[in-house]
């Protein structure tokens, strides 16, 4: 459903993506994972149409990304970036109806029933039903990421692409709404995640792609991609690798001596 092909970006002297090829399809959870500064945001971003690559393109089904009017893109695509803020001083149920700006001409002060309902959906399924009415600046940072979470949601774009949408979550809302992504991906949905925890990825993702350096280590389902091998070697540590459990648990355990910036190492 969305595709990159050769993606290369330079910025400034750096090059943080270098011939990156990425796909996802409907109806999956696509995740990327990889170290700080392996190029996770930024091939997010070449994805969701706000960084222009230096090389290589991107489509969504056969269309280039890059002939889509922002409009048209939106209606397409949704992107919750990392970090994302609200300038102004709206209520979570204002900041979910932003979200309907690509579809409806005044979705804060004339919503219809459709704005109403992608509403009201997009709040229960980013678990703010309970802080609708409260201000966005007064929340803490787990709900605020929520709240922009029901933004995202309530374009009811086919493709969501999420930068580390549960980072600032507590364990049960994690779970909540990476569950809640799943079912977006059994409805059809084309769900792209940004990813730090291994065991969520394991759990929640159908396919990952596995980014160092710049570069594209390893793609493919979830099971081929967190093999002991792949993650040494792309994050320098040991791993605690359990999928015989109700649930897969995937956590680091040392440092291994190669491992880059690991002054102590032999
Ligand atoms: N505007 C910029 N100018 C120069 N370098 C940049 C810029 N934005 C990102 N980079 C560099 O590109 C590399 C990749 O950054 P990116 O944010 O994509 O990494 P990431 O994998 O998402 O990291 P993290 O896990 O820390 O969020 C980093 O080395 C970063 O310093």
């Known amino acids: 459903m969305i595709r990159a092909v050769g993606i290369s970006v330079a910025l400034g002297a750096r090059q943080p993506l270098r011939g990156v090829d990425f796909d996802a399809e409907a109806g999956q959870v696509t995740g990327i994972i990889g170290p700080n500064g392996s ?3 930024t091939l997010l971003r070449v994805l969701a149409g706000v960084q222009p690559p230096s090389a290589g ?19 397409r695509l949704a992107y919750l970036p990392q970090n994302g803020t609200v300038a102004w ?3 979570v149920r204002e900041v979910a109806a932003l979200g309907r700006l690509p579809l409806s001409p005044a979705p804060l002060d004339r919503p219809t029933a459709e ?3 992608a509403i009201a959906r997009a709040l229960d399924r980013a678990a703010c039903t309970s802080l609708a009415d409260r ?9 605020k990421a929520r709240a922009l979470l029901a933004r995202a949601l309530a374009t009811e774009a086919p493709i969501l692409l999420a930068d580390e949408p549960v980072a600032a979550l507590d364990p049960a809302h994690q779970v909540k709404i990476l569950t809640s992504l799943r079912a977006e991906a059994t409805r059809g949905g ?3 995640l940004v ?3 291994l065991s969520l990825a394991a759990r929640f993702c159908d396919r990952l792609a596995l980014l160092t350096d710049g570069t594209l280590a390893a793609a493919g389902p979830t099971a081929a991609v967190l093999t002991a091998p792949l993650l040494e070697a792309a994050f320098g540590t040991g791993f605690h690798r ?3 459990g109700p649930v897969p648990v995937l956590v680091p355990t040392h440092a291994l001596p190669y491992a880059k910036e690991n002054p102590d190492a032999g």
């Not at 393109?57 to 890059?66: G, K, R, Y």
């Not at 201000?135 to 709900?143: H, Q, V, W």
Request: aromatic share 6%; charged share 25%; glycine share 6%.
């Open 39 to 41: 190029g996770k945001t």
């Open 57 to 75: 393109q991107v489509f969504l089904e056969e269309t280039l990304l890059s002939t889509l009017s922002p409009s048209a893109r939106a209606r």
């Open 89 to 91: 001083p709206l209520r």
């Open 115 to 117: 704005d109403r309902t």
């Open 135 to 143: 201000p966005f600046p007064d929340l803490s940072g787990g709900e």
């Open 190 to 192: 084309c769900v792209v």
């Open 195 to 197: 990813l730090h925890d």
């Open 242 to 244: 359990d999928f015989t």
